[in-house]
């Protein structure tokens, strides 16, 4: 691994989830964090937020999937999956399922709060820290 990877840390939020994941897939950096990730946007967001008779429409005109579940498995850096428990846009299952399926050196954190929760515990700085702090360097 070369310098600058040893230092890079990729951090995805909620939607933002699935470039971090591509990406990391690509660069393999130091670490990877995930704050509310989805699994799948089709089965997260459509079947949860629109009536039923709408999803077939709206698969056909969101043909590209973001599809994290796909993705997860090519991360090699350690990863931190962290999701709020009472999360309503974004199941904190979602990050069940991720982690499950991720390869690579893992940890995950559940937080009482709701989606992307701008005043996380302050427990969970330190919680961050110790997981970026355990992962050597080369």
Do not use: W
Request: hydrophobic share 35%.
């Amino acid at each position: 691994m070369d310098k600058a990877k040893q230092k890079l840390a990729v951090y995805g939020q909620s939607a933002g989830s699935y470039v971090a994941i591509k990406f990391s897939a690509d660069v393999n950096p130091r670490t990877l964090i995930l704050d509310c990730p989805f699994s799948s946007i089709h089965e997260t967001f459509i079947t949860r937020l629109f009536p039923r008779y709408l999803h077939r429409f709206l698969y056909f005109l969101l043909s590209y999937k973001l599809d994290n579940l796909a993705n997860i498995g090519k991360v090699k850096s350690p990863t931190l999956f962290i999701h709020a428990k009472n999360d309503k846009v974004c199941p904190s299952f979602c990050s069940n399922e991720l982690y499950h399926s991720s390869v690579a050196h893992k940890k995950v954190i559940y937080y009482h709060g709701v989606h992307i929760n701008p005043e996380y515990p302050h427990a969970l700085y330190s919680e961050v820290k110790s997981f970026i702090d355990s992962i050597p360097t080369n």
